[in-house]
């Protein structure tokens, strides 16, 4: 039995959308964190909340990055 080879679960004709999706996202995000932290008030910022938006754009980015290398070649 020869084993068979690892593929990828995503096509990668997608790879370039899956990067400009997840980036654009990503950095709407980032942007809300950003909005967030500049106009609420020491007294009235949430923790929870801060994490979550924190967290939520950097997986975005972060698969947004690694769809981006993936596009371009780079096989990380």
């Given amino acids: ?4 080879p690892i593929a990828s ?3 990668d ?3 370039p959308t899956l990067a400009v999706f997840m980036l654009a996202v990503g950095l709407v995000v ?3 964190f950003f909005i967030y932290e500049a106009t609420s008030s020491r007294r009235n910022r ?3 909340k801060e994490l ?3 967290a939520v754009a950097s997986v ?3 698969f947004g990055s690694l ?3 993936l596009s371009a070649g780079v096989y990380v």
């Fill in 60 to 62: 975005f980015l972060g």
């Fill in 1 to 4: 039995m020869a084993p068979k």
């Fill in 46 to 48: 949430s923790l929870a």
């Fill in 52 to 54: 979550t938006t924190g």
């Fill in 13 to 15: 004709a997608w790879y």
């Fill in 67 to 69: 769809f981006l290398l």
């Fill in 30 to 32: 980032t942007a809300s």
């Fill in 9 to 11: 679960p995503v096509p």
